[in-house]
């Protein structure tokens, strides 16, 4: 009979089974601890928006924010970040060769979009500030500030976005600020606020002044948790409206998206979202869709024009110089973005333009360290005796002898096995610092042997099971 030896991927599938073992045993112990007697850094973060544009369709959507505002601090460090325009998934896109070598954002010259303020307390205070640019354009950039100091701070702002399409709506004074800080062995706190002066729709129909979003958190001496969205006054066809409470803002939305049914518009009211770690207070949504009689015609020139696509496309395809770089790379491109566009305007499609929102949160949990419990993670539980004849099973209470007669053999209870409840508490209540510092007392390194152990006596056999075949 042939054996069969192992090679070196079963080596891998071996090694990595029981490392994945090894510290798996250890870091069932990496759950939050629930009794804390110091204080803990822990996080902050928080993060606020001017307004967020993307192309949806049937719940999946892609775009790029304006205005966006973040900050952070993660133990002793701050970090702040404010960005007129926030490209997202749309920057890594526009990299990517599309024909002939070049990118789509190869159009836009180097220095042409403007650059973020992005600041770290990591070697000690900063701060870092830039102008508003843009005025008089469609859309106006407002100026961007950012700051971090260590032990721990760090705030975030972008003020005085505008934007405007003629006809369609009209953005005036968008602002967004965020702030996380750290007071050392006593608080943690963060907070972010967004708003807008001014927002008109469908040429002055529909108007809403002051609009704001406000979210914080806190923990630690304080515990709180705040998030709230007003508006000062909103007019419908020249009719001030009710703004009070939230009960009087879902009556007036219902007004506001009646008058703005006949053009494809609706606003979407925010709402506001506690946990235990943090408050989300969500945009105010204006939706963009195309009406019935658009969608109908649209979908009649798709079925028409289809052939016609085809034949272009097989017409074009020898018109190249190489396979990445000829007519049929572009008209390609040129039918995705038209295809895109089709997916927005057809059915479950929309335009999002999301002005607003904030969010803020802080966390103060510990968490044991997970190469610092190993086997010590589960204790052995406590065997009781069996009961004997003629002994009781629970004995009796330490103090004076018990007179008590001897149980008859009639009586006499059967043998038990008393356990306690296996012990889950992680042997490590927290760990100071991932970079040192003296955070583990050894268990995840007699984790590691015994994997290594295992490793070693598994390929031993191995050899020994060729070596006898």
């Known amino acids: 009979m042939t054996s069969r030896r192992f090679t070196t991927p079963v080596y891998a599938a071996i090694t990595g089974t029981a490392l994945a073992g090894a510290l798996g045993l250890s870091a ?19 993060s606020a928006g001017v307004a967020r544009i993307q192309l949806r369709s049937s719940g999946a959507a892609i775009g790029f924010g304006l205005g966006v505002a973040r900050t952070r ?3 002793a460090q701050g970090n702040a970040e404010a960005a007129n325009v926030d490209l997202g998934l749309f920057d890594t896109v526009s990299k990517a060769p599309l024909a002939c070598g070049y990118s789509p954002g190869a159009i836009f010259p180097a220095g042409s979009m403007p650059s973020a303020v992005v600041v770290s307390s990591g070697e000690g205070a900063t701060s870092q500030q830039t102008a508003s640019a843009g005025a008089g354009s469609p859309v106006q950039l407002g100026s961007q500030y950012g700051a971090a100091a260590p032990n721990s701070s760090a705030e975030a702002t972008v003020d005085g976005m505008s934007m405007e399409l003629p006809g369609l709506l009209q953005v005036i004074g968008g602002t967004a600020s965020s702030a996380a800080k750290l007071t050392p062995g006593k608080q943690r706190d963060s907070s972010a606020t967004s708003a807008v002066s001014s927002l008109s729709l469908a040429g002055g129909a529909v108007q809403l002044h002051g609009i704001q979003w406000t979210a914080s958190h806190r ?16 007019i419908v066809g020249g009719q001030a409206l009710p703004t009070g409470d939230m009960n009087q803002l879902r009556t007036t939305f219902t007004a506001v998206n009646t008058a703005l049914a006949a053009t494809g518009l609706s606003l979407n009211l925010p709402t506001v979202t506690k946990t235990a770690n943090g408050v989300v207070v969500s945009p105010l949504r204006l939706s963009v869709a195309a009406t019935p009689q658009v ?4 979908s009649q020139a798709l079925i028409g024009i289809q052939p016609i696509r085809t034949q272009l496309l097989t017409f074009v395809t020898p ?10 790379k572009a008209l390609g491109f040129g039918y995705l973005v038209v295809d895109l566009a089709t997916l927005v305007l057809g059915d479950g499609g929309a335009v999002d333009l999301d002005l607003g929102g904030s969010r803020a949160g802080t966390d103060g949990t510990a968490y044991a360290n997970p190469f610092d419990s190993g086997f010590g993670l589960i204790h052995p539980p406590a065997l009781v005796p069996p009961a004997l004849p003629g002994v009781p099973v629970n004995p009796p209470t330490v103090g004076a002898p018990s007179l008590a007669a001897p149980q008859s053999p009639a009586t006499v209870t059967a ?4 356990l306690h409840p296996v012990s889950l ?7 100071r610092s991932t970079h040192g510092g003296g955070c583990t007392t050894g268990h995840g390194r007699l984790a590691a042997w015994i994997a290594l152990c295992l490793i070693a006596a598994l390929a031993a056999a191995d050899r020994l099971r060729a070596h006898l075949a």
């Open 28 to 46: 069932v112990a990496a759950a939050p601890v629930s009794a804390q007697t110091a204080f803990v850094p822990g996080t902050g973060t928080s």
């Open 73 to 75: 601090f993660a133990g």
């Open 219 to 234: 923990s630690g001496a304080a515990t709180g948790a705040d998030g709230g969205f007003s508006v000062a006054s909103i």
């Open 295 to 298: 969608r109908e015609a649209l």
């Open 319 to 328: 018109l190249q110089m190489s396979p990445d770089c000829g007519m049929a």
């Open 415 to 418: 043998p038990t096995l008393a």
């Open 425 to 431: 508490t992680p042997t490590a209540m927290s760990c």
